[in-house]
C-alpha cells in the first residue's frame, strides 16, 4: 500500500488493515515454517505496510 491510500483512511480503518496485515504476517510466518515460501521477500513487505499504518495513524492522532 502507498502512503496516499493510507492517509485517505479514518483512523478506525487504519486501525483494521493494521490487524489484518499483521495476521498476514503471522500467517506467513508460521505457515512457512515447515515448507519452503515460494516469495520469502513478502514478509518484508508486509512488515514495511505495518510501519506506513503505524507511522500515518499516530500522525493523524497527533493533529487532533
Known amino acids: ?7 485517505t483512511k479514518t483512523p478506525a480503518d ?5 490487524a489484518a ?3 498476514e ?4 510466518r508460521f ?8 516469495n520469502v521477500k513478502q514478509g518484508r ?3 514495511k505496510d ?3 499504518m503505524l507511522t500515518v495513524l ?3 492522532k497527533s493533529q487532533n
Not at 31 to 38: E, P, S
Open 14 to 18: 487504519i486501525a483494521k488493515l493494521i
Open 50 to 52: 505495518i510501519a506506513r
Open 31 to 38: 505457515g512457512g515454517a515447515g515448507a519452503k515460501t515460494k
Open 45 to 47: 513487505e508486509i512488515r
Open 21 to 23: 496485515k499483521r495476521e
Open 1 to 7: 500500500m502507498e502512503i496516499k491510500d493510507i492517509s
Open 58 to 60: 499516530s500522525s493523524k
Open 25 to 28: 504476517l503471522r500467517v506467513f
